[in-house]
Each structure stands twice: as C-alpha cells, then as structure tokens.
Nanobody, 127 residues
Framework: QVQLGESGGGLVQAGGSLRLSCAAS????????MGWFRQAPGKEREFVAV????????YYTDSVKGRFTISRDNAKNTVYLQMNSLKPEDTAVYYC????????????????????WGQGTQVTVSS
C-alpha cells in the first residue's frame, strides 16, 4: 500500500508559476513510476506527466511540454511538478499517482495503469 498526498496548489495569475509536491509513504517509493494527472470541471481526468522510478525518464502531454517539469527526490519520497507560464486552461484538480513496480510499459499515460492516487490539489489560473 502507498499513501500519497499532494500540496502546493492555489490561485495564480496567467503567466505565473506553481510547484506541486506529492509526498508518499508506505512501500518503497523508488520502485514506483510516478505520474501527474488533472481533471477540470466537467471533463475527464487527463494525463499530464510521468517520471520513471529512477528518475531517468520523463514524458509529458503535448499541452504542457516546455512549461511543466516533473522531478522526484527518492530520498524524500516526493515527486514534484513545476508549472511555469500557467494558462487559464491549466485550471484543474491535480492528482499524483503511483504506477506499477517493475513494469516495462513506457510511458504510463492511462489512469487505469496507476494503482494508487492522492486526494488532489486545486490549481486555479486567472486570466
């Protein structure tokens, strides 16, 4: 079992930045690829970014490439999402998720590929 908790959301003006954090507890964090998803009101949950278990590989959805950066600190059991140049369309609840251990699947972009989820943190970007 892995417990995940997001923080760092808030209200920011367009063009601003936020850094989301996701702290993990439970089983060995460094075994899990970690992903970020988001869900806007009235829309389905969508993939944002994923980082491999050892942090060597990352993958982003096209709409955030060049603006968002996913990273992890396995010593702190934490994954981050640095979000720059935010746009109103980035407004959503952001969730972190832990994927399966020792998987050869890459990238993990489907929500059903993830086993554990945090409760989410709200990000609101005003125009």
């Amino acid at each position: 079992q892995v417990q995940l908790g997001e923080s760092g959301g808030g209200l920011v003006q367009a063009g601003g930045s936020l850094r989301l954090s996701c702290a993990a507890s439970g089983r060995t964090f460094s075994n899990y690829p970690m992903g970020w998803f988001r869900q806007a009101p009235g829309k389905e949950r969508e993939f944002v970014a994923v980082i491999s278990a050892n942090g060597a590989h990352t993958y982003y959805t096209d709409s955030v490439k060049g603006r968002f950066t996913i990273s992890r600190d396995n010593a702190k059991n934490t994954v981050y999402l640095q979000m720059n140049s935010l746009k109103p369309e980035d407004t959503a609840v952001y969730y972190c998720a832990a994927g399966p251990t020792y998987t050869s699947t890459w990238p993990l972009v489907r929500s059903y590929e993830y086993n554990y989820w945090g409760q989410g943190t709200q990000v609101t970007v005003s125009s």
